[in-house]
């Protein structure tokens, strides 16, 4: 079974700074998908960035960026120009591809709570 | 596209009652999960449903737990005697065959559930 680990069960940044939360995984499997998923104080998931792991490319969208090193099992997120509107609680997840007994669920890591200091 | 929504979103039940939890993904959406996630922890997966066929169960979902999602559109998750441990916020998500494994689910608000 996959399991997926955040080390940083807190994190904090200044306006406008930047941040980088870290992801790691343990598969045997050789292609996956990997996400970001941020989650405000209201609850409700929202999907940052993924990463296919067969595509050596980082993955960027707009402010948020991530490395993925896939040797390693390490998948972080990099925060730039932090906003207050960053502050949430952030989560990594990892999906098995399509086709496998999985059916495509996610799994999570505890979560990082990231605070964006004005 | 009104994106996925749950009703209640908040539930206070004693220990022993049952409830049920209801769920109206995206039109569109084939496939339904559902998670729970307990305070300050990541969702864990509960299960699957692609249309109306219920695909993966985990092992969390006890025999107290049922889910539906008949004609393959709404989906309801029903806990039977309920217990304390069964607080959670209980989420669900949908996603289509197309767009799903390679972006991500879109995820409803989720139903607090507190036994007391």
């Known amino acids: 079974a996959q399991t997926v680990t955040q080390s940083q069960p807190e994190m904090s940044v200044q306006e406008a700074e930047t941040v980088t939360l870290s992801c790691t995984y343990d598969?045997?499997?050789?292609?996956?998908?990997l996400f970001w998923y941020k989650q405000p104080p209201s609850r409700q998931m929202i999907l940052v960035i993924r990463?296919?792991?067969?595509?050596?490319q980082n993955a960027t969208e707009n402010r948020f960026s991530v490395n993925f090193q896939k040797a390693a099992k390490s998948f972080s997120l990099k925060i730039s120009d932090s906003q207050l509107g960053d502050a949430a609680m952030y989560f990594c997840?990892?999906?098995?591809?399509?086709?496998?007994?999985?059916?495509?669920?996610?799994?999570f890591g505890q979560g990082t709570i990231l605070t964006v200091h004005p | 596209d009104t994106g996925v929504s749950q009703n209640p979103r908040h539930k206070i039940t004693k220990r022993g009652q049952n409830v049920t939890f209801r769920c109206d993904p995206i039109s569109e959406h084939n496939r339904l999960y559902w998670y729970r996630q307990t305070l300050g922890q990541g969702p864990e997966f509960l299960t699957y449903f692609q249309n109306e066929a219920q695909l993966e169960k985990s092992r969390l979902l006890s025999d107290r737990f049922s889910a539906e999602r008949p004609k393959g559109s709404f989906s309801t998750l029903e806990i039977q005697r309920t217990e304390q441990g069964d607080s959670a916020m209980y989420l669900c998500?949908?996603?289509?065959?197309?767009?799903?494994?390679?972006?991500?689910?879109?995820f409803g608000p989720g139903t607090r559930l507190t036994v007391l």
């Open positions: 997840a990892y999906r098995s591809p399509a086709g496998g007994t999985s059916y495509g669920k996610l799994t």
């Open positions: 998500a949908s996603s289509s065959p197309s767009g799903g494994t390679k972006r991500g689910e879109y």
């Open positions: 990463q296919e792991a067969y595509k050596q």
């Open positions: 598969t045997s499997e050789s292609d996956y998908y």
